[in-house]
């Protein structure tokens, strides 16, 4: 519920493509969830209509799910049918109500996620679709041709407006604008002397004059071909969901070694903060 505005988080193959994917999504609201349909008059058509509703729940992976029958009758008096129906199905923390304007509100209290299957497009009559304040297609769902039935879902997460790109872009930015680099062959890794922080390379000369070696498959020599020697550093691509995922050369073992990412407090464990910037206002490449 508290996480600030301007939270980000990447949604991590959330389709149904088979393919893996990456979405960033950023906290447009905080506290709680809430959807809000048109104003109910006689625009629900005079039928029963099934609707599935499930809600997020803290410490629980997946959504708990329930669905319900709504029967309404092209009446004002439908916003009170439909936002009963969904209280009475007891949900741990979705509930409804109607407002002055007699629009229903669905709301998660806990600032959850709402996800709605329109099964007889009750839900699409009443005003609520992927253009609606804090709704959105399900992610996964291509909105140039989304399926029957509509699959919505209630948010304070929003999709976030980006370009991906291996060089910064050259436009006037605006305030708070990202920029994400897909590059990932470059990286900025310091050594602790037990006085201060110096270069991968400065610090074990020895090692591969280009830096950490970026590729899919574990490198036999160094960049320049020559014998790999004690701590190169390899940083495996073929794993991008784990990424950095690094290894280091043990010479007496002649293996590659997996360093723990979740080690920040060892001597072999590893710390992450922002790189070093380059005076010239371009991508830091050098080693040392």
Known sequence: VNLPVGTLYVNTVNGQTGEADFKLFRRANTGSTTITSSAIATQLTAATYAVTIEESIVGAEALASKT???TTTAATTDADVLAGKINDASFTNVSASVD????????HNDGGEIKITDTNNLITLAGITQDSTNVTYEPGIDPASPPTPRVY???NWGALTHNSSSTAPTSLATDGQLWYSSIVDQADIME??????DGYLTVNANTDPAGPQVSATAPTTQSDATALVDRDLWIDSSDLENYPKISRWNA??????AV?????TTEDGIIFADSRSS???ADETDAT
């Open 252 to 257: 007496s073992t002649l293996k590659w070694v």
């Open 260 to 264: 723990d990412n979740s080690d920040q």
């Open 192 to 197: 602790h002397t037990g006085a201060k922080w």
């Open 279 to 281: 005076t010239a206002g």
């Open 153 to 155: 879902r209630g948010s």
């Open 100 to 107: 002055t304007l007699n629009r229903v509100v669905i709301t």
């Open 68 to 70: 319900i029958s709504v």
